[in-house]
């Protein structure tokens, strides 16, 4: 099975650490999510009382 | 030499450059960076979309230390995702086939969240290794069997990524030998395989985020074991 191949092992860990903690973080991290979610607010308006006008 | 189905797997050289190296450079050029530019073109929009939305899913169950993983593990998805799913395009390497890359992320990163475990709390990693309401004769031996399925979770994380997807390519391939051979001798039988071979390349297309989707929740399940 061409994957127990250990000549190139060492090489490819290398190669593929180096892309996943180099390339990846920057163009991961650049993302920004500037509209923060609303947080629901414990204190309810204070309404008043609907009167139907029927 | 003969040649065989294997040999895809095998780490081809493309007029000399390595096709590892080029599967693992070119896919993030299909990922822009953003800049500080506050309106983003489709693209980006979707990527931010989907971003935001799995690193918040990831991240509900892990405690509030462990959300210093975030940008490594939202990372690794999509390190994960785009190797897989670019790699069911004909003519094209897929890295995530190769037990070096799989075992070379799952080992270390597997690792690191038990050390980090060990480090802050090791009473607490520690007695994950014995299940709560266990008789206390069977103790020694549980213990035994929850440290081997401890050693055994890295290894499996890298086979299993590995294994799923080697054979897919493995299945795609025979299949559509199988076809091209059917094409001049029993055309009708043909014409089921190739039916047969499109369903398999969507199953292999749901298996691909599948797996990648797997390898990055059990590695935050771990995670969350140890923070």
């Given at each position: 099975m061409p994957q127990l191949n250990p000549a190139p092992w060492f090489t490819i860990l290398v190669f593929s650490w180096a892309i996943f903690l180099t390339i990846l973080p920057l163009k991961v991290g650049a993302?920004?999510?500037?509209n923060e979610p609303t947080l629901q607010s414990t204190d309810t308006p204070k309404t008043e009382s609907w009167t139907w006008p029927w | 030499m003969v040649t065989s189905?294997?040999?895809?797997?095998?780490s081809p050289l493309f007029m000399g450059i390595p096709l590892m190296a080029l599967a693992l450079l070119l896919p993030w050029i299909l990922l822009p960076t953003p800049s500080s530019r506050w309106l983003n073109n489709r693209l980006l929009t979707l990527q931010n979309w989907f971003l935001g939305m799995f690193t918040r899913q990831l991240l509900?169950?892990?405690?509030?230390?462990?959300?210093?993983w975030a940008l490594i593990l939202a990372s690794l998805m999509i390190f994960l995702l785009s190797l897989n799913l670019l790699g069911l395009l004909p003519y094209t390497f897929t890295p995530t086939t190769q037990l070096s890359i799989n075992l070379g992320f799952a080992v270390p990163l597997w690792l690191a969240t038990v050390l980090i475990g060990l480090r802050n709390q090791p009473n607490l990693s520690l007695a994950h290794l014995l299940p709560e309401g266990t008789p206390l004769l069977l103790i020694p031996i549980l213990i035994i069997i929850e440290t081997i399925s401890l050693m055994i979770r890295p290894l499996a994380l890298g086979v299993r990524l590995t294994a799923n997807l080697t054979a897919g390519h493995l299945l795609i391939q025979l299949i559509s030998t199988g076809l091209f051979v059917l094409l001049s001798l029993q055309p009708a039988v043909a014409i089921l395989t190739g039916a047969l071979l499109l369903m398999l390349s969507l199953l292999e297309v749901a298996v691909a985020i599948i797996q990648a989707y797997v390898f990055v929740l059990l590695l935050s399940l771990y995670l969350q074991e140890n923070v």
């Open positions: 993302h920004t999510f500037p | 189905f294997f040999d895809q797997f095998s509900l169950p892990i405690n509030h230390p462990g959300h210093k």
